[in-house]
C-alpha cells in the first residue's frame, strides 16, 4: 500500500490458533506461535469482486523447554534479544517440526475473507552461555510469516 493511502483497520474473528512444533537436536523443545493482531487496508474499498490490498501486523511468540542435563543457573535478567545478536551463538538443527495454520475471518470488506497463517522456524541459534529464567539455554529464533488466502469451505471446519 502507498504511504499516502488513508487506513483502516479491520475487525477479525479468531478461528484456530495453534502452535508449531520443533524437536532440537540438544533435546530442547520449542513452540512458536505467531498471533494476528492488526489487519489494515484501504479507507476507499472497491465494489464487490474489486482486490482490497491487506497489511497485517503479527506478534510471535517462542517457548522453550530443554533438558535438566543442558540447563544452567537461571537468570533473574536474561538479556534482550538486540544484546543476545551480539554474543557467540551456535546454529542447533532440528527434527521434522510440526506447523500448523492459524485461521481468521476479516469482517467490514466487499465479500467475505479467510485468512491462513502460520510461523516457520528457519534457523534456532544457541546462544552460548545465556541462560533465562527457567535456566534453558537462551535461543535466537529466526523465522518467517506465511499468510494465504483460505477457502471459504475451511471457515466451517474445525
Known amino acids: 500500500m502507498a504511504s499516502d493511502e488513508l487506513l483502516a483497520e479491520f475487525p477479525f474473528q479468531i478461528i484456530r490458533e495453534v502452535w508449531s512444533s520443533y524437536e532440537l537436536e540438544d533435546g530442547t ?3 512458536s506461535r505467531t ?9 476507499l474499498l472497491p ?8 497489511g497485517f501486523s503479527f506478534n510471535q511468540i517462542n517457548v522453550v523447554t530443554s533438558p535438566p542435563d543442558i540447563k544452567g543457573t537461571p537468570n533473574p535478567t536474561p538479556k534482550p534479544v538486540p544484546e543476545l545478536q551480539h554474543l557467540p551463538t551456535e546454529e542447533i538443527d532440528f527434527k521434522e517440526p510440526r506447523e500448523a495454520w492459524n485461521l481468521y475471518r476479516v469482517t467490514g470488506l466487499p465479500e467475505p475473507t479467510a485468512l491462513k497463517t502460520k ?3 528457519t534457523a534456532v541459534l544457541k546462544v552460548q552461555g545465556e541462560y533465562d529464567q527457567e535456566g534453558n539455554p537462551m535461543f535466537i529464533i529466526n523465522s ?3 499468510v494465504v488466502p483460505a477457502k471459504p469451505k475451511e471457515l466451517q471446519s474445525p
Not at 35 to 43: E, M, S, Y
Not at 47 to 54: I, S, T, Y
Open 29 to 31: 523443545a520449542l513452540r
Open 35 to 43: 498471533i494476528l493482531t492488526k489487519v489494515l487496508g484501504p479507507r
Open 47 to 54: 465494489e464487490k469482486g474489486g482486490q482490497v490490498k491487506l
Open 119 to 121: 510461523v516457520v522456524v
Open 144 to 146: 518467517a510469516t506465511l
